[in-house]
């Protein structure tokens, strides 16, 4: 799976948007951008994936550049609750048996009061 | 909503002892994961199982683990013989058919003394 990179932290105001960035320049043309969060210790969370295309749903947009080579996920109104870890993860769609995350250090985004 | 239920939440153990954690997947999901978190440290992926064996398991799974799907609907991973360094979160995730993406749980947190 292709490598990403994340700032390790970013702050928000509550009810603005966040926005989340990813680079993962050496993405290959089968693999998806992925997204997850962790609230504090929880289990990870599933957001959103694309491939090329913009994405949205009901959590939040994805951004992806015409290169692939980074994306944003965007929260449009950030609430309190949304502080957590958040995770840009590359890999292959589907996988099957062999589906597998790998998770790297993420994003902590504080929103802020 | 389904969700991935793990028992206990939290559970402290004497170094040495064997321990047994615990998860209930989402109904009539496929594929069933174990992944751990160490205090501060990112999310490692242990081992996936489908179809009653391991499909893929981490360096970290030696020996000491193993996972065991006894009915229809527990997961469970056993430590033979904890030591220290096990002390982590363990998080179980299932998965239903091809393309859809994993649900975790809300993790067991190991404490080994």
């Known amino acids: 799976d292709a490598k990403t990179t994340q700032p390790p932290s970013m702050d928000c105001a509550e009810g603005r948007a966040a926005n989340l960035p990813c680079n993962h320049s050496?993405?290959?043309?089968?693999?998806?951008v992925y997204w997850y969060r962790q609230i504090h210790s929880q289990g990870p969370q599933y957001i959103i994936h694309?491939?090329?295309?913009?994405e949205t749903n009901e959590m939040a947009s994805l951004i992806i550049t015409e290169d692939r080579k980074s994306s944003t996920l965007i929260l449009p109104h950030a609430t309190l609750r949304d502080t957590a870890v958040y995770y840009c993860?590359?890999?292959?769609w589907g996988g099957g048996s062999n589906y597998k995350l790998t998770f790297g250090k993420g994003t902590l985004l504080t929103v802020n009061p | 909503e389904p969700e991935v239920t793990q028992t206990p939440s939290h559970q402290v153990t004497q170094m040495g002892q064997e321990v047994i954690l615990r998860c209930v997947p989402i109904?009539?999901?496929?594929?069933f994961y174990w992944y751990r978190q160490i205090l501060g440290q990112k999310v490692e992926f242990l081992v996936s199982?489908?179809?009653?064996?391991?499909?893929?398991k981490s360096e970290i799974f030696d020996d000491q683990f193993s996972v065991e799907r006894p009915d229809g609907s527990n997961f469970t991973l056993k430590i033979r013989s904890t030591k220290l360094e096990d002390s982590a979160m363990y998080f179980c995730?299932?998965?239903?058919?091809?393309?859809?993406?994993?649900?975790f749980g809300q993790g067991t947190r190991l404490t080994v003394v």
């Open positions: 995730a299932s998965r239903g058919s091809e393309g859809t993406e994993a649900f």
């Open positions: 109904s009539n999901h496929l594929y």
């Open positions: 199982f489908y179809n009653n064996e391991i499909s893929e």
């Open positions: 050496t993405i290959s043309g089968n693999e998806y």
């Open positions: 694309g491939l090329k295309n913009n």
């Open positions: 993860i590359v890999r292959v």
